[in-house]
């Protein structure tokens, strides 16, 4: 990975401050996550190997960004989505977790959602899986999961 | 006012070797001039997101300068934006905002503002340096010098609109453009042909 294209969620924030203290890795903040998949699109085309890191209710405004600029261009790009809302129950009352699966499926993006640190060789499979396909693949980061890790936040949202 | 044959002309004339990010009217015309297609990106299929994918290839490839012709319009929709490339600030960016004040290819209907000045709202983003122009004899007269200063760089143009019947060209080869254009840019940047076939057009 050379750049982390991210705009930070709850999730994701214990990958944001790992980032955040590796050199080899430059930060790409966006002010909203439809910019994110252009961006690395632009990055991937200059000869770059960046990734995203969105929330799943950013990801729904990132809609036609993934559309037309990373499955219509066939853009080999992992993208990692704060899976808020999420729990192992299936009992949510946050739409934003209710929705994602779904909106997956019918983007026809495939994914591999982290629970625990059991779950983790599933990160460089994706990678595997987006290089191999030319075609951006999904790691979904679950709530709960984030509360377990070291640095992990307990707050909701953006 | 300034017509976009005009401005894409004068553009061309002093672009070098600078990757050209287009859309919208701006492709149409530059298409019609540009002596490197191999460096040219007409952002199809990605609506008004021409702005950030000239931001990563301009953090991507810092040495080589990145032009990008986006439009009012367009840049209302990805006003962050202007913020996120000024918070980067790659100094390898110039960004032309065309104004017309009006959606050109959906036939002319206006724009929902009172009138933005792009340069004053980049500004206020904290570019580096932004300017504005109504017509082309200064236009081409500033250019070189702008294109030798530090970016991130905002330079609005106001262009005469002119309104398209045609709409949207929307066809399997005309859709096939963006994602073959990107793989030859790939190619020319990095010197590598390693970017398969992936989507649904090619």
């Known amino acids: 990975m050379s750049h982390y294209v991210t705009l930070p969620d709850s999730e994701t924030a214990h990958m944001y401050e790992a980032l955040m203290a590796e050199p080899s890795i430059t930060m790409v903040p966006v002010s909203r996550e439809g910019e994110a998949i252009p961006v690395a699109a632009g990055l991937f085309v200059a000869g770059q190997n960046p990734v995203v890191s969105i929330q799943n209710a950013g990801l729904y405004e990132a809609g036609d960004a993934l559309r037309g600029l990373a ?54 499979i994706a990678f595997e899986r987006a290089a191999k396909t030319n075609q951006p693949f999904a790691v979904a980061i679950g709530t709960e999961y984030a509360k377990e890790s070291p640095s992990g936040t307990e707050s909701e949202g953006e | 006012m300034i017509t976009y044959a005009d401005a894409c002309r004068v553009l061309n004339e002093s672009r070098g070797e600078a990757v050209a990010v287009t859309t919208m009217t701006q492709t149409k015309y530059w298409n019609q001039i540009s002596k490197e297609p191999d460096l040219d990106i007409g952002i199809a299929n990605g609506m008004s997101k021409a702005s950030s994918v000239a931001l990563g290839l301009a953090l991507g490839d810092p040495e080589r300068s990145v032009l990008c012709l986006d439009a009012d319009g367009s840049l209302l929709m990805n006003f962050g934006s202007l913020a996120t490339i000024a918070g980067m600030a790659p100094k390898n960016l110039y960004h032309f905002v065309f104004n017309n004040g009006i959606y050109s290819v959906t036939g002319g209907q206006p724009l929902p503002t009172a009138g933005v000045e792009y340069a004053k709202a980049a500004e206020a983003c904290g570019y580096a340096s932004t300017h504005r122009f109504e017509d082309v004899e200064s236009l081409d007269s500033a250019l070189p010098e702008i294109l030798r200063s530090p970016g991130p760089v905002l330079i609005e143009i106001i262009v005469k609109g002119e309104p398209q019947a045609e709409g949207v060209d929307q066809t399997w080869e005309s859709n096939a453009k963006m994602p073959l254009q990107l793989r030859a840019l790939r190619k020319r940047l990095t010197g590598n042909d390693d970017w398969g076939p992936g989507g649904p057009f090619i």
């Open chain 1, 71 to 124: 499955l219509g261009i066939g853009l080999p790009l992992v993208m990692f989505i704060g899976y808020r809302g999420h729990n192992r129950m299936g009992d949510t009352a946050d739409t934003a977790a209710k929705y994602l699966e779904p909106f997956l499926h019918m983007w026809r993006v495939d994914y591999f959602v982290i629970e625990s640190d059991d779950d983790l060789d599933r990160v460089p």
